[in-house]
Every structure is written in structure tokens, then in C-alpha cells.
């Protein structure tokens, strides 16, 4: 079952946004999750994840103004994302991996699984 994203759209620099994926068949043994993006002509960067231990990790550009969270009955990953920025602008990506942790999902970028990207744009 592929990860699924959801919750993309267009918002004014300051507004909010939830992203969602579905998990199911992600979250058994020493699992982690996260959520990456891409702008155009830029990097991919590491944006926020969580593992098994409920360990959360954040990209300093977003700490404190994104919270990623997951729903174990429903199999759901989240992002909140508050006071969105221009610069928020890029597809973000739902990842997954096993054997690994927050801090390794999101310092090493590296993971088996992802999604086929929702796209968030943050007009001024």
C-alpha cells in the first residue's frame, strides 16, 4: 500500500495548513516517519519526523511553527504546519523507513518509502 498525502493547497503567508498520510502497513518494529519538501531549483530538505519511541525531530527553519504528530488507530501521519511562509513553498513528501529513528530519518535524508508529494504554495 503506497503512502498517501493529502491536505496540500494554496494560503496567504501566515495561514495554516494540515497535511495528512495514510501509514497503514508503515508502523511496525523500529519504524520512523517524516515529512520532506522540494522547491524548484532547490534542495530536498528533511522537515520534521518521528519514530517508534515518540521521538519527534524539526528542521530549525520550521521549529516551532510546525508540529508533526501520528494517529496510531487511524494510521495517519500529520503535519501542522502555522504561520506558513513564502519560503514554505515546495511539494512535500510523506516518508517512512524501518530500523531507524527521528534523528536519522531527518539528519541522514534517507528512507525506503514516499509518497507522490502534496503541493503547498504561501503567497506574500
Known amino acids: 500500500v503506497p503512502l498517501v498525502e493529502s491536505g496540500g493547497g494554496s494560503v496567504q503567508s501566515g495561514g495554516s495548513l494540515r497535511l495528512s498520510c495514510a501509514t497503514s502497513?508503515?508502523?511496525?518494529?523500529?519504524?520512523?516517519l517524516g515529512w520532506f519538501r522540494q522547491a524548484p531549483g532547490k534542495e530536498r530538505e528533511g522537515v520534521a519526523t518521528?519514530?517508534?519511541?515518540?521521538?519527534?525531530r524539526y528542521a530549525e527553519s520550521v521549529e516551532g511553527r510546525f508540529t508533526i504528530s501520528h494517529d496510531n488507530a487511524k494510521h495517519t501521519l500529520y503535519l501542522q504546519m502555522n504561520s506558513l511562509k513564502p519560503e514554505d513553498t515546495a511539494m512535500y513528501y510523506c516518508t517512512a523507513d524501518t530500523g531507524c529513528t527521528a534523528w536519522t530519518l531527518l539528519m541522514g535524508g534517507q528512507y525506503r518509502y514516499r509518497g507522490q508529494g502534496t503541493q503547498v504554495t504561501v503567497s506574500s
Open positions: 502497513g508503515y508502523t511496525s518494529g523500529t519504524y520512523c
Open positions: 518521528l519514530d517508534y519511541d515518540g521521538a519527534t
